[in-house]
């Protein structure tokens, strides 16, 4: 792009001669820049909504196995152990009443 700036120490002013194609130039610019901007999107938004299907399954996966481990675990509903209570006779808690 040819572009002359003149300024002038007398008077101050200032002059700026564009070349013939600069109007040209400028708008295939704006283009590349639409374009870039267009292509952008449509690849990003997707793979943004991919992130976050992918996050959420993961957070999923992980709440319900926690879940699932706390009933397996002493206490929970699916122990498989019986309800029983062993009471020690020795125990200074009881009293030690047999």
Not at 24 to 53: E, F, Q, R, S, T
Not at 63 to 69: D, F, P, V
Request: no cysteine; charged share 20%; aromatic share 6%.
């Amino acid at each position: 792009m040819l572009r002359i700036t003149t300024i002038t120490p007398e008077s101050g002013t200032e002059r700026t001669v564009r070349g013939p194609f600069a109007l040209l130039i400028w708008l295939a610019w704006a283009l590349v820049i639409a374009l870039g901007v267009v292509v952008a999107l449509v690849l990003l938004v997707p793979l943004a909504l991919l992130a976050l299907v992918i996050g959420l399954g993961a957070w999923l996966y992980a709440r319900l196995t926690r879940a699932l481990r706390r009933e397996h675990e002493p206490n929970g509903v699916l122990d498989g152990r019986r309800n029983v209570r062993v009471i020690d006779p020795d125990s200074p808690r009881d009293g030690g009443e047999a």
